[in-house]
């Protein structure tokens, strides 16, 4: 331990034992940051929405189909960082601080390759990926511009995860949050200005807008990985004689993989809502897109509140304080929950309005608000569902989250949203619904695994 502290010392960095003292006041001081963070993260697809309403429905459900496609990538990606994670608290909390440098940088070498790949993917099939909904070609044509330059640019978004989830599972918050500041305040300067043409800028429309997103994420990822290196946080990289761990790769793939498959099939799945949804026409997609774009923002305390909860649970775990682990959770649970329910509140008073802030077509306002409304339902089970998943996941044990997304997503969630549109009068909210009722039996499947403590016992 005196080691540890004296080498954060002679960095200047501040350093806190997140394994000790309140467990309150540890996920109040995590979380904040962490929540900011993905706020503005979820700013730039948001802003893109806003711009793009502009340009009319065929752009909004182009660019709403092809950040389906986007966030199936930021799944598989998602997957190998919740291994990352795990590895780096578990190591951090066992005070193995060349541990955790070890397993960051086999991961930045491994998400590099994974880049490249899908780079090559977007440039060549950019359209036929769009093209199994069966939307119109001029959905597709905007949608493809889209993807292939997110696609194009995907090294630079790979390093600004890779990054913050290193940080942020070391216990440093604060700086991925100022990161993102960072770049998320040049992508709301920049993006009307390559959406529509202003000043010298030339107009591009959605391509603009995804433009946009790369360049203001290759500055974050460029930011991540000089702090990482000069030693600006709780760790220190360098690759001097480094060289392929096969081991240390395959203990983060063993804990990822899992977690993976679950992030794969949620966007899997969020594919096939979209393809439930395509058929009653163009104005359902575009509201479809819009009521995700607000659920990301909704979403994020939850998910900001989970993380910070699943790096104390993987940190305590790693310090051999189960117990206290376990506490970290429910006290997390508490407080999404109490914020859930405001919102909820907000979305049933004002949800015309805020479909309005992105398009103001009189049939994508009517959809979308009540799309809004029915998410308002499950979001009362969103604080169970999105704490104790990231705490498992925080502690290695990927595996019952993937499992309980399997059942409930392949086996009730999209049944349901095939039957309810055609045996019932529901329509295309019956899609919807399903959802809603696929989150509900996940988060009482999570509270009655978290209860058992299997977890307490997992090895990574």
Not at 166 to 175: N, P, V
Not at 271 to 295: D, K, N, S, Y
Not at 366 to 379: K, P
Request: charged residues 10%.
């Amino acid at each position: 331990m005196k080691e540890r502290e004296s080498s954060t010392e002679k960095r200047n960095v501040p350093f806190r034992d997140w394994t000790q003292g309140s467990i309150v006041n540890n996920l109040w001081a995590l979380s904040w940051p962490m929540i900011i963070s993905s706020i503005l993260n979820t700013l730039g697809p948001t802003v893109d929405m806003i711009w793009v309403g502009k340009l009319g429905s065929a752009s909004v459900a182009g660019v709403g189909l092809a950040g389906l496609a986007v966030q199936l990538v930021n799944s598989l990606l998602m997957g190998l960082f919740a291994g990352l994670r795990a590895m780096v608290a578990r190591f951090v909390g066992a005070g193995d601080n060349e541990g955790a440098n070890q397993a960051a940088k086999q991961a930045i070498v491994v998400s590099a390759i994974f880049s490249i790949i899908m780079a090559i993917i977007g440039i060549f099939f950019a359209k036929q990926i769009l093209g199994i909904f069966g939307v119109s070609a001029d959905v597709v044509g905007q949608g493809a511009a889209y993807l292939r330059i997110q696609f194009l640019g995907m090294v630079a978004m790979v390093f600004v995860m890779m990054t913050g989830s290193t940080m942020q599972a070391s216990g440093d918050t604060m700086t991925p949050m100022k990161i993102s500041l960072i770049y998320r305040l040049l992508h709301v300067a920049l993006c009307p200005f390559l959406v529509f043409g202003w000043w010298i800028f030339p107009r591009m429309g959605v391509s603009g807008a995804a433009l946009t997103t790369v360049i203001s994420q290759s500055l974050g990822g460029t930011i991540g990985l000089w702090i990482l290196f000069s030693g600006r946080t709780r760790l220190r990289l360098n690759f001097r004689g480094f060289r392929f761990d096969t081991n240390l790769i395959w203990r983060i793939v063993k804990v990822g993989l899992p977690a993976s498959i679950n992030s794969m099939e949620r966007s899997v799945v969020g594919l096939v809502m979209m393809w439930f949804i395509a058929p009653f026409g163009t104005l359902a997609v575009a509201a479809h897109t819009i009521m995700q774009r607000v659920e990301m923002v909704v979403l994020m305390p939850g998910m900001g509140f989970g993380q910070a909860a699943g790096v104390l649970a993987g940190q305590n775990m790693g310090a051999n304080q189960p117990e206290r682990a376990e506490k970290s959770g429910w006290l997390g649970v508490c407080m999404v929950e109490a914020f859930m329910i405001v919102s909820s509140v907000a979305i049933f008073l004002w949800a015309p309005g805020i479909v309005r802030i992105f398009n103001n077509e009189a049939g994508v306002v009517e959809i979308g608000s009540t799309f809004l409304m029915i998410a308002a339902v499950g979001y009362f089970f969103m604080g169970f569902a999105a704490v104790l998943s990231e705490c498992l996941n925080g502690v290695g044990d990927t595996v019952i989250p993937m499992a309980a997304s399997l059942i409930t997503m392949w086996g009730v969630q999209v049944p349901l949203a095939y039957f309810l549109p055609r045996m019932t009068d529901l329509g295309v909210y019956g899609v919807r619904w399903a959802m809603v009722v696929a989150l509900a039996m996940r988060a009482f499947t999570y509270i009655i695994y978290f209860k058992l403590g299997r977890w307490k016992r997992k090895k990574v």
